[in-house]
């Protein structure tokens, strides 16, 4: 499986900015990304990669607590792709941002937010 992320930029505070990351390739039985949860995780420069949102396969969410209430995590089943709908956004959400699901990253994408 490959996953392809893009959408990232640059972005001033409060502003928005709207993730995409579609999955492609061979896949088999075992990891197809549409039986699948797929999500999104960011690395800011010097810590670690942590998980942003996650969506399962039947559509349930979960968001890390310093984004709940600002970003939106949606996929479109039929066509293997993830999005991040990203406002009000923060300085401290600048970061390389990458998309994931069972036995795949993505290649990231840089979000940089401005004050």
């Not at 406002?87 to 959400?93: I, V, Y």
């Amino acid at each position: 499986v490959q996953l392809q992320a893009s959408g990232g930029g640059l972005a001033q505070a409060g502003g928005s900015l709207r993730l995409s990351c579609a999955a492609s390739g061979s896949i088999s039985s075992r990891n197809i990304p549409s039986i699948n949860a797929m999500g999104w995780y960011r690395q800011a420069p010097g810590k670690s990669r942590d998980v942003v949102a996650v969506i399962s396969r039947t559509g349930i969410t979960n968001y890390a607590d310093s984004v709940k209430g600002r970003f939106t995590i949606s996929r479109d089943t039929a066509n293997n792709t993830v999005y991040l709908q990203m406002n009000s956004l923060k300085p401290e959400d600048t970061a390389v941002y990458y998309c994931w699901t069972v036995g795949a990253w993505g290649q990231g994408t840089l979000v940089t937010v401005s004050s």
